[in-house]
C-alpha cells in the first residue's frame, strides 16, 4: 500500500495486520490490527513519527521508497509495536537523529540497543521546526508506557498520540466511522489504558488545550472528528460505574452453573442489567469492555484443589491488574468438603477499590435455601445500585452527539 494523504504533506504510513489474532502473546484482536506511523514533508527538513512492528518492516521500507528521506525519526513510545524497525531506519538512513524523551532514549538503548549517538533529546514542549511545519511534544505519560509522549503538529493540527486514543482495528480506510470503530476503541481502551484512568484523564486535559483537527494513533484508523473519541475516552475514564454485574464463571458439573443461572434470572428481575462470559471460552477484550462500567463483579467458580479453579482465578488476576472503578465484588460457586476459594480469590483483588459483599458458596448442588441466599444477594446488589447511573449504551448517545 502506497503512503495514503491525510493533508498535503502529510502521510498516513505503516502496515495494517488484518491476521494478527493475539497481541502480548494475550490479547485477542478480532479485527486485527494497524501499526501507523507518519510521514511529515517540511519545506526543509522531514519527520517519520514512529515505526510498525518489525514483522511489518518490509511494508514501511517499501512505503519509504516514495518519500524523501527523513530527517528525523520521532519515537513516542518504545514499546516495539512502534519503535521495532528503529534499527533498521537508522541502518538506512544514517544521518537521520532520532528526536524523544529521555526515558524513551534509556529504553531504546535498552530494548533495541540503539547507538546512543544517534539522538536528539527532547523535554516537555519542546518544539522543532520542519520549515513551514512545527512539530511539539507532549508528554502524556503512562498511555501506555512512562515514556509515552504525543507530537502535535502546529499548521495542520493533527495530534499524532502512539497508543492513546488508538484501537486494534484492520482497516484501509484513512479516516474513521465512529460507529465502526467504538467497540474496537473500547476494548483497547479497557485493556490497554483502564489501569492508567487517572493519567488518561489528566492527559486529555493537556492535549485538548490545543485545537485539535486530527487524531493520528498508531493503531487503527485516523480521527477526522476527534471529539467523538475524546468524548468516548472521557466516559470510560471518568463516568460513574454504571447498573452492571460483570459475571465471569465457570462450573465443572453445573453446581455453580445452577447458581450462576439463577442469579442472573434474580438480577435480571430486579432491573440489574447482567454481563456474564463463560471463561472456558473467554475472550479477555470482552471481559475488560465489560469492567469499563460495571457497577459489581460476581465471580462463579467451584473449588478446585482447595481453592479457586485456574479459570476464576485468572480473571481474578486481570480484573486486579486492569483496576476498574468497580464498586463492589463477591464470589458464587461450590465446593465439594472444603477449601479456601473466597479468600484466595479476594486476595488476588487487593488493588480494586471495592467492598467485598457476602459470598454465597454451597456444599454440592445448590438447594433451596442456598437459591434464597442468591435471591437475597440480588436483592443487595439491587440495593446497592440505586446509587449508580443507569447502564448507557455509550455507543449510541456518543456516537449520534455532533461535536
Ligand atoms: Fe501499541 Fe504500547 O504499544
Known sequence: MKPRQIVPNVHLIGAVDWDRRLFDALIPLPDGTSYNCYFVTGSEKNAIIDT??????????????????????????VEQDHSGCTPQLLQRFPEMTIVCNEKARAMLIDHLHVDDARFQVVADGDTLSLGDKTLTFLFTPWVHWPETMSTWLEEDKILFSCDFFGSHYATNDVFADKHEVYDGAKRYYAEIMMPFGGQVLKNIEKVTKYPIKFIGPSHGPVYDDPGFIIEAYKDWAGGEPQNIVCLPFVSMHESTLRMVDHLTAALTDRGVAVERFDLTTLDAGELASSLVHAGTIVLGTPTV?????????????????????TRWATVIGSYGWAGKTVETLSGMMTKLKCDFLAPVMVKGMPRAADYAALDALADTIAENHKELAPRNFAVLTVCDTDF
Open 52 to 77: 510498525t512492528d518489525p514483522a511489518r518492516s518490509h511494508t514501511l521500507m517499501a512505503q519509504l521508497d516514495e518519500l524523501p528521506a527523513p530527517d528525523y525519526l520521532v519515537i513516542n513510545h
Open 305 to 325: 484443589l482447595t481453592g479457586p479453579h485456574p479459570l476464576a482465578a485468572y480473571a481474578a488476576f486481570l480484573a486486579n491488574a486492569l483496576k476498574p472503578r
